[in-house]
């Protein structure tokens, strides 16, 4: 299916290629966007982070949050870590830690979770669980220990010695959702699920406690406590602490956590009353730690920065001491965002077969990032481009929007706050051409009411306007000249025609013509057809823009045409005609 694009900002009166719309006679469908709730995008297929709010919100890529990218066993000294490289895992070999590279696989992962009986490990990406087993040779992932279908997963935490696992979940109003997942031995099913409000904060970590359901869930200025009462979730506020900042990852025991807050880890204890700060195992680590991990059973705690250096601390009694043989080097973490990530849209039904679609944006894209919008219909996928219209052939009576959300950057992201999508129907009839030769002083041309000289008598029959219907196209002279015309109404600033030029199915090029203000409303331009244009080269009129002084848009509708109207080459019945007006009316 062949597809023209028109600017959706013109209208003219009398000329054009696209004749005026009556927006009360044709009312468009409009389908509008400014993600006020989650009810309009398909959840299924839409991977972008999505921010809901009653006075709008916006869509976003998932960033990489670094946060649960380091695990630590609890008999041995074994770490595990998700960077660049995948699934680490390292071991103590009695004199340095190296990874083990048959326990290592390569998967594009930003959380993971140990089992503390076996080598199996959960590792999460932004939308999916898997659990990693060894067989005895590798790690492979179990086909039915899997959880996906999600979006936005910030981090997991899971048991020591059960198959369950809990999830952090970044929810469309910025709070935090928690879903807790057992397994039946044939798949993982989530046992229960409950939300935390963005009044505390943003959702940054998880944490369970072993051999229990409690949860501790951290924000970025709070961690909370949950204790599990058999059928829920029951925050426990004499387990949590508030009032705090910046917090950027979080790992748990019974009875306490530490936090890490740009670039100081603080542990908290309970003393039988609440959570009090407890200075001798805390401890100030360099401001490139994204992450830590406790030592189950001890206050021995991994800290790992950006570049995958992990620092190992020994717990003294009174304060902590680096431990040189247990740190080692993970290749650097995987920051920044998933990319490229989509919204797809729920099925758009229209009133009625529908030709032309208008896309508006509201959006941001840093350097670097990009947004493409399509719109599908069975199995036609056409591009949209907002500020422009789509004009098909042939009518739809529903359609899909997907937008794909990318960046080359790992600072930046695109955000989209307004998606409006206007549908029309055209009607396309016949048009009419008015030619009349100038006389060959271009200042005629500057004279709108000037007297044109008569016909030639050997002037072509078939172009006369007094055909029914314009033969198109019409060939014009090298080094001819072609004269538009327009009328306008409203507040017309500026007039740009744009000439798509096709010299063969392969070479075309577009040449703009800027139209200049005679009278009011009354617009020419001029332009000349070059010497050295290829034979049977296609001129056609690929759009018109339209500036209003006042920023408002008139809308398009009847009438476009897919041929050429100009056919350039050397034509002897038209050597005459080295300068002639073209009008277009229905």
Known sequence: MRRSIVYFILMFLGLSLLLPV??????????????KEPNLFNPEQTDVYIYTHPEGGYAELPAKTPAGVIALKENDHDQVVVSSAGLEYFMFTGEETVKNLNLSYPINATSVAVKQDSYSVWVATDKEVYKLEYDGSGMIENPFLKVSGKSNILSIAGQPSTDELALLIRDYTGGG?????GSTGESM????????????????????????MDIVYATDRAVLYFNFEGSGYIQNPLLSVTGLSDIRALSAHEGGFSVLRAGRKEHYLFTGEDMAYVEGISLMLPQETVSIALKPGTYDFAAIEKDGRIRYYNFAGNGYVENPYLSGQAAPLTLGYYTPR???????????GRLVFALDTEAEMPEGTNIAYRLISGTETWELIPGEALVLDEP???????????TEKTDATPRITRIELRAFDITLKELKMDLFPLHP????????????????????????????????PIPVQKGGAVVFDATTIGNVDTLVAVLEVRE?????????????????????????????VPDGTEYHLHYME????????????????????????????MNLLNYFKVRLTR
């Open 546 to 573: 339209l500036g209003y002084s006042d920023g408002t848009i008139e809308l398009p509708s009847e009438g476009y045409m897919h041929k050429p109207f100009l056919l350039a080459g050397d034509y002897p019945e």
């Open 342 to 352: 989509k919204y797809v849209s729920k099925p758009i039904v229209f009133t009625k």
């Open 189 to 212: 099913e989530k046992i229960l699920s409950f939300n935390v409000s963005s009044d505390w904060g943003s959702p940054v970590d998880i944490a369970v406690i072993p051999e229990t």
């Open 396 to 406: 739809i009576s529903s359609a899909i929007l997907e937008i794909e959300l990318s």
């Open 22 to 35: 009556s927006t009360k006679a044709a009312e468009p469908d409009v389908w509008l966007e400014e993600f």
């Open 441 to 472: 002083d271009l200042e005629g041309i500057r004279q709108p009411f000037s007297i044109y000289p008569e016909l030639p008598a050997d002037f072509p029959q078939e172009y006369l306007a007094s055909q029914s219907a314009l033969l198109l």
């Open 504 to 532: 063969n199915a392969v070479n075309y090029y577009t040449h703009y013509l800027v139209f200049d203000r005679v009278v009011e409303n009354r617009w020419f331009a001029h332009f000349t057809v070059p010497e050295d």
């Open 177 to 181: 959702l928690i879903e807790y997942y």
